[in-house]
């Protein structure tokens, strides 16, 4: 059970008392009266019990006709109730994992998580003059699945991971509830582009002012991020601690920041004393962004090179120019988005991270980077030794690590753990 209430700095958190009129409806569609039966085919509950949140179709003996989001117990081999989750009947994730050992889900059960969450988060509301933007709610490693909250300075967007999380989770109550623990100003639900029907909605604002563009505070640096036609939820907050070791390592440097999108590892060079940096991405929107972001933290412009052009076609000519950089960060959109594509988005990674290599002057740094979940740990370091072989390269890990600690993700679950950063010093 948690304490009343949670310190953080000069800051503090209470936990009000209970919402009295809370029911269903707060955080959840109508739940139905009884919840669906699954049993397994095969004995997965070792891995259930690890704390592995998905159970795949597969597993499933048999798949009831029902709702999307409708609740589901899945039982063991022995007919004993092992959890209790969200069901797809159509997804091959079928049932995302809310409670073991249970039959019922309650408010509370909520409500807790997400209070959790934010004491999880304790750090980051201690140091709100210096970074006022995180990841609030990570899905599964937060003991919600499917539920992404983000928080940029007072304004939180929510996504909603996949049909069964849209169907289950009700936006607007989760909304309300923060809103009721925390200083916020807005909240906007956020669609995937698969997600946006006929009408070609973006998202929809469930309060507050509707401001599209936000002003945000990381590590010092000041970013300008819209929350609506953004990328993700309108900006990378997964790569806040390896744009900050960028930074450290970018003083008197010249930087080459490729897919640079609005320039978060640019901003980060060259506040740290870079000597000349320059931002490639394929959107010309972002690119503008990226000089704007550049403008907002004071930095001399001529030091500044926009680039609005596909990072294949700019390597390529890079390369054949014979341009080089003493510090190239290299961090493409994820290449492999399901196990379908990953014979296609291997061959691109490659072929990027071949060339971002040869960009590189001699004794200089490269930093690679994934954010393809169904790439493996073991699989991204093949890769980037590939590319310095193929180039007759070698070098040293400077660093090696994954998404920061409000990204977290299940212990049973090691495949969950999608970012993956590498920082070299190469020696020849």
Request: hydrophobic share 40%.
């Amino acid at each position: 059970m948690l304490s009343n209430f949670c310190i953080f700095g000069h800051y503090f958190y209470l936990f009000r008392a209970r919402i009295p009129d809370m029911s269903n409806e707060n955080f959840f569609h109508q739940l139905q009266s009884k919840p669906l039966i699954l049993e397994m085919s095969r004995d997965i509950s070792k891995h259930i019990k690890r704390g592995h949140p998905w159970v795949f179709s597969d597993v499933i003996r048999h798949r009831p006709k029902a709702a999307e989001g409708s609740l589901a117990i899945l039982k063991d081999r022995n007919e004993e109730n092992l959890a209790l989750g969200i069901y797809s009947p159509t997804s091959n994730m079928t049932l995302r994992i809310l409670k073991l050992f249970s039959t019922k889900l309650n408010p509370t059960d909520v409500s807790d998580k997400l209070d959790q969450a934010i004491c999880l988060r304790a750090p980051f509301f201690a140091n709100l003059e210096k970074t006022n933007s995180f990841r609030l709610v990570h899905g599964e490693g937060d003991g919600l699945p499917g539920l992404i909250i983000d928080l940029y300075h007072q304004t939180l967007v929510i996504k909603l991971d996949g049909a069964m999380a849209q169907a289950f989770w009700n936006p607007m109550g989760i909304a309300l509830y923060l809103k009721s623990k925390l200083h916020l100003k807005q909240a906007y639900l956020k669609f995937r582009s698969s997600d946006s029907k006929a009408e070609n909605k973006k998202g929809e604002f469930l309060f507050g002012p509707i401001d599209h563009e936000i002003l945000i505070k990381e590590n010092n640096q000041i970013f300008s991020v819209d929350i609506v036609d953004g990328s993700k939820t309108g900006f990378f907050l997964d790569q806040r601690d390896h744009r900050q070791l960028v930074g450290n390592y970018a003083n008197n440097k010249t930087v080459l920041n490729i897919f640079g999108y609005t320039g978060g590892f640019s901003i980060y060079a060259g506040t740290h004393g870079a000597a000349q940096v320059s931002t490639v991405d394929i959107s010309a929107q972002a690119i503008l962004v990226s000089e704007k972001n550049w403008e907002l933290n004071g930095l001399e412009k001529s030091k500044h090179e926009p680039i609005a052009l596909d990072a294949f076609v700019f390597a390529e000519n890079a390369k054949k120019e014979k341009r080089q950089w003493d510090l190239v960060v290299v961090d493409p959109p994820s290449f492999i988005p399901s196990e379908k594509t990953m014979t296609q988005g291997l061959d691109a990674y490659l072929r990027m991270f071949k060339l971002a290599t040869a960009l590189v002057k001699e004794h200089g740094q490269i930093a690679f980077a994934s954010c393809s979940a169904h790439l493996s740990v073991e699989a991204f370091n093949e890769l980037c030794q590939d590319a310095l072989s193929s180039q007759k390269r070698r070098g040293a890990v400077i660093r090696f690590s994954g998404q920061p600690a409000d990204h977290p993700y299940p212990f049973g679950a090691p495949e969950m753990r999608y970012l993956k950063f590498l920082l070299l010093q190469l020696t020849n």
